[in-house]
Each structure stands twice: as structure tokens, then as C-alpha cells.
């Protein structure tokens, strides 16, 4: 015998004790591993799938997510349009304020000229804001105090029973810019 038979009777020989003393490797157990192999390539199927499922389900929450984002942005845009010029606004108050006192104090003289000179001005303005969304929060006497809306400033014995609760005057107007209350107004309730 040549060297090389003697080589491959020793390996046959090694891989036949191998089988019989190890049983994963007999013929039964090689059919097993076969079906096996089968039943991984379906299961690496049912993995793909799964995978599939999940990139699916991952794509369509992140396109929920950007949908919701452009809808926020969008929403805070134009609520940053409607109160772009709050600044400037809530800076004019004092100003309407001072209209206001103004016009109650020339109504007292004669002067009926100047009056109408300064209702003028005062009417402009208050046009010119209203048209950038100003609007005064109405608060008059005998109204119920809502601690939302209104300012107290003091409170005072009721004049009567029925004024027990409600606005008894209104010192300062209440304005708000579109939705959004810029200046409470500023009451005396009674108690």
C-alpha cells in the first residue's frame, strides 16, 4: 500500500468511530440537520419579513413625525405673524391710555375744535391698531369678575347685594392681540 491509501483508510476509519461515537453525526441525525437547514432558510424568510414589517412600521411612524413637525412649525408661524408687532403694540397702550384722559378733559372745556383735532388722532390710532388685530377686552360695571380675564386690583364693600362679586369699575382697558390677552384689565370688584 502506498502512502496515500494508507492516509485515506486511516481518515475513513477516524470518521467511522467519529459517527458511531458521536450520534449528530449518523445518517439519521445528518437528514435531521438537513430538514433543519430547511426550516433556517424558511425561518431567515420569516426574519426578512419581520424585518421588512419593522422598516415598514419604523418609515411610517419617522413620516408621522414630519407630518406633526410641519404642522407645528406651520401653527407657530402664523401665530408668530399674528403677534409679530406685540412689542410695539403693548408699547402704544399708555398712549391710547393718554388719548383717552385726554379727550375726557378737552370735552370739559369749550375748545370744541381741539377736541375734535385730538378725537381725530385718537380714532386713527385706534383704527391703525385695530387693523393689526388689537382688540379691547370689554369690561364694564356689573359684570362678573373672572379671575382669567380681569386684573382686581382692590376690592371694596358692594354697594348693594347684587354688586357682591361683579366689577364695581374699571380703572385701566383690557386689549388683546388676536386670541391672546396682552393687558388684563384692571377692576375694582365688590365684596
Same mark, same amino acid.
Given at each position: 500500500?502506498?502512502?496515500?491509501?494508507?492516509?485515506?483508510?486511516?481518515?475513513?476509519?477516524?470518521?467511522?468511530?467519529?459517527?458511531?461515537? @458521536?450520534?449528530?453525526?449518523?445518517?439519521? @441525525?445528518?437528514?435531521?440537520? &438537513?430538514?433543519?437547514?430547511?426550516?433556517?432558510?424558511?425561518?431567515?424568510?420569516?426574519?426578512?419579513?419581520?424585518d421588512l414589517a419593522k422598516e415598514?412600521?419604523?418609515?411610517?411612524?419617522?413620516? &408621522?413625525?414630519?407630518?406633526?413637525?410641519?404642522?407645528?412649525?406651520?401653527?407657530?408661524?402664523?401665530?408668530?405673524?399674528?403677534?409679530?408687532?406685540?412689542?410695539?403694540?403693548?408699547s402704544l397702550l399708555p398712549v391710547?391710555?393718554?388719548?383717552?384722559?385726554?379727550?375726557?378733559?378737552?370735552?370739559?372745556?369749550?375748545?370744541?375744535?381741539?377736541?375734535?383735532?385730538?378725537?381725530?388722532?385718537? *380714532?386713527?390710532?385706534?383704527?391703525?391698531?385695530?387693523?393689526?388685530?388689537?382688540?379691547?377686552?370689554? &369690561?364694564?360695571?356689573g359684570d362678573v369678575f373672572d379671575?382669567?380675564?380681569?386684573? &382686581?386690583?382692590?376690592?371694596?364693600?358692594?354697594? *348693594?347685594?347684587?354688586?357682591?362679586?361683579?366689577?364695581?369699575?374699571?380703572?385701566?382697558?383690557?386689549?388683546?392681540?388676536?386670541?391672546?390677552?396682552?393687558?388684563?384689565?384692571?377692576?375694582?370688584?365688590? *365684596?
Amino acid at each position: 500500500m502506498s502512502k496515500k491509501s494508507k492516509v485515506e483508510e486511516m481518515d475513513a476509519e477516524l470518521n467511522d468511530s467519529q459517527t458511531i461515537e @458521536n450520534p449528530e453525526l449518523s445518517d439519521e @441525525n445528518i437528514e435531521a440537520k &438537513a430538514g433543519t437547514e430547511e426550516k433556517e432558510e424558511l425561518s431567515e424568510e420569516d426574519q426578512l419579513r419581520e424585518d421588512l414589517a419593522k422598516e415598514k412600521d419604523k418609515f411610517l411612524r419617522l413620516f &408621522a413625525e414630519f407630518e406633526n413637525f410641519k404642522k407645528r412649525t406651520s401653527k407657530e408661524r402664523m401665530d408668530l405673524f399674528k403677534t409679530a408687532g406685540q412689542e410695539v403694540i403693548v408699547s402704544l397702550l399708555p398712549v391710547l391710555d393718554d388719548f383717552d384722559r385726554a379727550l375726557k378733559e378737552i370735552s370739559k372745556s369749550e375748545d370744541k375744535e381741539m377736541f375734535k383735532g385730538v378725537e381725530l388722532i385718537s *380714532n386713527k390710532l385706534k383704527e391703525t391698531l385695530k387693523s393689526k388685530g388689537l382688540e379691547q377686552v370689554e &369690561a364694564g360695571e356689573g359684570d362678573v369678575f373672572d379671575a382669567e380675564i380681569h386684573d &382686581a386690583i382692590t376690592q371694596i364693600p358692594a354697594p *348693594n347685594k347684587k354688586m357682591k362679586g361683579k366689577i364695581i369699575d374699571v380703572v385701566e382697558k383690557g386689549f388683546k392681540l388676536g386670541d391672546r390677552i396682552i393687558r388684563h384689565p384692571k377692576v375694582v370688584v365688590g *365684596n
